[in-house]
């Protein structure tokens, strides 16, 4: 029930627009009307228009495909060490000939005070062509550990990556739960702003499946369309993926579900803080990572589901619990109610 | 209207199954019960136990993932020049550092004699270590052209592969369109027996999206989820496609859909002939090649959706007219009587 | 004796340069003054100060560095069918991810009316994102067939290139072979100008082994020897290459003993013209490839080496007869000798 | 004049053994009788008949061929964090498609200890499909940091490596500084005996380049000189390494001249304990890394070569002093008078 952010289909208003158009003909790989709206309706989110986007299916796809057509053969991609691509896509970097150069983790976040630098030693590097070169920036918006970057510290983060030449880019696979001021004062226009591809997620935010890659640097944008192709991801009915992101962008419809999916997650969060329970970090979004004795694991693990972590120590482990748009107000409260029970 | 076959969402009863099963909570990445419940009933039809199904979204990445893990490093797959890998999937082998090893198509097909002669070379060849091997063999049933294999000549082609010892990959992208026996005497068994893999097309015959892998070589089946992770087709939502396959697989569904659309292609195939228009090969399934003078091709555009094939001389152009489970008697009858009136 | 150009060591006078250079002390990797010297001699032939030009130890690596270094992940090379890099490197540019587009050879070569289609095919192609996209061109001056570009052939291709942004890659592995007006009118200065790039091979003319690969479009002169290193081919003890092209770049040797072996080449074509014997080309270099009657070959093959090359027919064979630098007068007077009394 | 060992060409028997055979002819690409001489040789001390022994030119390109052989496409390959392939090879590992897992080093070794640990938990990782899956182990003997491994240490390895299904490999870029009995007691029979592949060092070891890849394994030694080929690796003139190995191999050679060097580091080591100088760790191979106060390092760069090899805090540096074959007893004397002069 809590252990992912991908358990059950789509928002019904998502569904509604797919049955609808289910017998509609219109041209394939992305080439319809309903993803140049959706494409439109985003491009007014982002206040530019030269913004080029494209809608995949999946996060590691779009990971490795963007990652692919931003470096140079014999580049890596810098990232912090619970970085996605660094952990769980079964190398799918390495796949494309690159390797991902980690970086301690802090919070769950890059500083730019650490990429300064790695600048600096990589511009003092006497053995440079015997080592990857560092080719571009990868960071998630939130994290992997749900933690969130504020506009000064992208903002920093992108300086030193104009000064170094490395083409930021931004996994944004749970993109929704941090577009709000509350969350994080950073807005789609400041991504578009201040990185040079990000993506907004859709599989974990209230779509069926599908996430829409931003290209905002004009140098990467010609023959996107074959990359994704050669990288397996063009979905012949594109207009699925359309359809979508254009329901999710009417109205505010992503922005809203995931914000009351992060409103559950807080709630949450307080339950276990009342119990004296501490946290891995000190997350603001949709997931929430108590650390608890291994007994009382077990116990919640009768009622409710989460994701195990990781083992913090000898007796205890850091527990996932995550929210979606299709968490239920019901859920939450019987959830609280066991907590407060323990 | 006729110009390819994946113009509509899906088959109206997938889409049902789709609808009633939204606000579910299953796990992801297809260890759901509807995935199970689907590789069960194409087990069924298969008369093997042991095969090994795996739900993924498109038929570039299900080619080059299986190709991936049938081949060695040093190589090629071999493929007639038609054939989709060797043309419309940009690189998409080649991008797993494979080639193509490309054979003359005879109506669309490779041939067990072709395939025989190769080998023969392959034995003698001295240059052997400077070239690419040949390491397994792909088809298309039915071809690009829509043409189709016998079961003698599948089995022939098998019995060539075993003894080079190069496995047998099968793409059916349109395998719907042929599991009938007025159009080919190959069964999903036939297909379990004679191939090392196979692929049955959901995309373009009843499915929103999605094809299922049969991995039938116990050899290759070790791991293929970590194949798929890592080629980016790991869906995170996989029930999805397994509720979809659950339904093509129930009361006959697939095969049904599928057929009525060949009946509709071989109708206007017929209208064709009447007015003595030669067609680029002989297809017997739901996409039929009419050659027609440039000028008739500009009136037919008038009223119809087809996709330009090839030129095929100075006046002539190869059309390719699709029908799928979306066409309806109303289209047919009224693209035939616009023939008719030619 | 005949069978091929990389039969023996060295030219003497580069063994001795390398028997005197034994004991002393340089830095690694190319980074030595023997290197800077052999750089220093070979620009002053291109005419160019600002060609980048590195060492490599053999072809099909030097092949696939520049290749993938030119290449964006979804283009191809253009090259011709006999190409090297299309029949026997055993894949090593698939292995970079990369198709070779092949187009048919006119006696070994490439035209620049073939590729001017090409490049309008490509312009109208509607299929584009689906199909890879030539990214550049290759070619190989001497062909593998020993036949020779003009200068404005050259110029020719090089502007079609240019027109289309796809640079332009000549492979030298016989180089030496042609750099005298009596057999091409193309000279180093001339490959400079018109070329994004050439290597001047070493192992078949002269050295005992080594390439040297001249980069002159600066858009790809960055990091170059990251992409050496990275492809296994930066020479730790680099200066053995510099040490071999610096004599060869000293007093002609490199077009003198290469000319020389042409002149014998051309006496054995000779004879057996005399003969009546018919060739698969015209070649004008230092490899030959008459066409014999299949117990002409044997009877051949009891008194020289030479290659076969490929069945012409039911009953005649092409061979290749090679000559080198270490090809002396009496081997090539026995053979005139042997053929004159066949 | 001690910053590598790869300073100087060869010794001086191999470069005659050069010279006398440069003007024969013999078949290309490791097929002649100098490489057959060698590789019979080296058998012979293996006292493993079946061993496939090949001649590649450099230790990067031998890594990479020989892993990229054992791998399946999903997996990577273990390497302490010091490891060459690690750190050192710009990403040629990466550019295979395959990710370099790295465990801490312990004086620059791996143990089966920590092995046996990395299976435990691969065997109970729950992600197993959504991470690179361990495919095999390399560990360098001696290792990147001069120590050496015990036999006792190796089988331990390779009995970890049995039981977990991964291919053992070893570098052996300096091997010939490891046997002698004095230094370790694993012998080149034991390395046949206790891993799947590796290879003796010919570049740093007095040839003057080369490396002898020994593949013990039948399961992976099909076709390897194919992904030789494809990998850029196979030496036209692939007699040259032959004849090197043939010399190195004759005599003892190869042992002899690597222990002098062995003998003159440890002298260089005494003079710097002596002075009460601290080291990186306890090196007994030709590689030293004291380490000194950073104005102590300026006065001795005004004397001797020597490599910095990384600071070790504000204050000091460790440097690496180098021998090899071509250390002179006079070079060594008169560091040696440097240091106690300090």
Chains 1, 2, 3, 4 share one sequence.
Not at 60 to 66: A, D, F, L
Not at 125 to 132: F, G, I, Q, R
Request: charged share 25%.
């Amino acid at each position: 029930m809590f252990s992912n952010d991908y358990l059950s289909g789509c928002h019904p208003i998502v569904l509604d627009a797919i049955v609808q158009s289910n017998m509609e003909q219109t041209a394939g790989y992305g080439k319809d009307d309903y993803c140049e709206r959706a494409r439109l309706k985003i491009k007014e989110k982002l206040q530019k228009k030269d913004a080029d986007i494209h809608f995949l299916v999946g996060g590691t796809q779009t990971n490795k495909i963007v990652i692919e057509t931003f470096l140079r053969p014999y580049q890596g991609v810098i990232a912090v060490e619970t970085g996605h691509i660094a952990t769980h896509e079964t190398g799918a970097i390495e796949a494309t000939g690159h390797k991902v150069l980690t970086i301690p983790e802090i919070n769950g976040k890059l500083t730019a005070k650490q990429l300064e630098a790695y600048y600096e030693a990589e511009c003092h590097n006497h053995m440079h062509e015997h080592m990857v070169s560092p080719g571009m920036v990868y960071i998630s918006h939130p994290t992997e550990l749900g933690t969130v970057y504020t506009r000064e510290e992208l903002k920093a983060i992108y300086e030193v990556c104009q000064k170094a030449g490395w083409p930021l880019f931004v996994d944004g696979a749970r993109l929704g739960y941090v577009l709000n001021e509350r969350i994080s004062d950073i807005t789609l226009a400041d991504l578009a702003k201040y990185t040079d591809a990000f993506y907004i997620g859709g599989t974990k935010c209230g779509a069926m499946m599908g996430e829409a890659a931003v290209i905002m640097n004009p140098h990467y944008q010609k023959d996107f369309r074959s990359m994704i192709k050669r990288g397996g991801g063009l979905l012949a009915k594109g207009r699925l993926l359309g359809i979508q992101f254009d329901c999710l962008f009417s109205d505010h419809l992503y922005e809203d579900i995931c914000y009351e999916a992060v409103r559950y997650a807080l709630q949450i969060k307080k339950a276990f803080e009342e119990k004296g329970i501490q946290f891995l970090v000190d997350s603001t979004t949709n997931q929430q990572f108590p650390i608890v004795p291994d007994e009382l694991a077990k116990e919640l693990q009768l009622a409710f589901g989460f994701s195990l972590w990781e083992k913090v120590d000898e007796k205890n482990t850091a527990l996932r619990y995550c929210t979606s748009w299709a968490t239920t107000p019901n859920e939450v409260l019987e959830l609280i109610g066991f907590i407060h029970s323990l």
